[in-house]
């Protein structure tokens, strides 16, 4: 879900926060926020317009959010703006192809974590010399027992991709809550990051 706005102009700006949750009027949980992320830090002053965007890749076809944008002055205080109610499609959840080149594999830490019924495993592929690659997105328990395939199979390069568990194992079975492991494996490359799932 890639989320936009504009400043016309911008007045001891010190940055942005981006806040979601499921209900109009309460439960908003911070997503993102300048101290972390620099696509996130304001112009602090400034007399011309400036672009901002945030991509939130934890959405699920079907469901409804709503967002509140918040720029945070020098001293430290809040505006809010919103919320904005969102709608989302399966269209959204397609693979993200990039215009930049991307030179790595990555596993990026789920969202949310923890997390109770679902969450978001993204990764990106990097630029390949052949068409696709075989990558393989597994879960498995404490044991080192592998509990769920997620994915296995051919992807294209240089796109980020998303996958929703939902908890479950390959059989379909409700897994106990605790912590698992999501790994990834291409080529000569393996990685991996700890989930916990809550009930």
């Keep these: 879900m890639l989320l936009k706005w504009r400043t016309e102009s911008e007045v001891e700006n010190l940055g942005f926060e981006i806040y979601r949750s499921l209900m109009s009027t ?3 949980q911070l997503l993102d926020s300048y101290r972390t992320n620099p696509a996130l830090k304001g ?3 400034s007399s011309v317009a400036h672009d901002y965007r945030y991509e939130d890749y934890a ?3 079907g469901e409804a959010y ?3 944008l918040a720029d945070v002055d020098l001293k430290g205080r ?3 703006h919103g919320p904005l109610k969102v709608q989302v499609t399966q269209g959204d959840l ?3 192809v990039f215009t930049s080149l991307v030179k790595n594999f990555r596993l ?3 969202q949310p974590n ?6 978001a495993i993204i990764f990106d592929v990097p630029q390949l010399e052949q068409s696709e690659v075989n990558l393989s997105i597994n879960i498995f328990n404490l044991q080192g027992q592998k509990v769920r395939t997620l994915f296995n199979g051919a992807l294209t390069g240089n796109a980020r991709y998303r996958l929703q568990w939902d908890g479950a194992g390959d059989a379909g079975q409700p897994l106990p809550a605790g912590i698992y492991f999501v790994v990834l494996q291409a080529r000569d490359v393996k990685q991996s990051i700890k989930v916990c799932l809550v009930k």
Aim: net charge neutral; proline share 15%.
């Design 26 to 28: 309460e439960g908003f």
């Design 43 to 45: 112009q602090i002053n």
């Design 59 to 61: 959405v699920f076809p």
């Design 66 to 68: 709503y967002y509140k």
């Design 78 to 80: 809040r505006t809010f």
């Design 94 to 96: 397609n693979a993200e």
């Design 108 to 110: 990026y830490p789920n």
């Design 114 to 119: 923890p997390f109770n019924p679902s969450t």
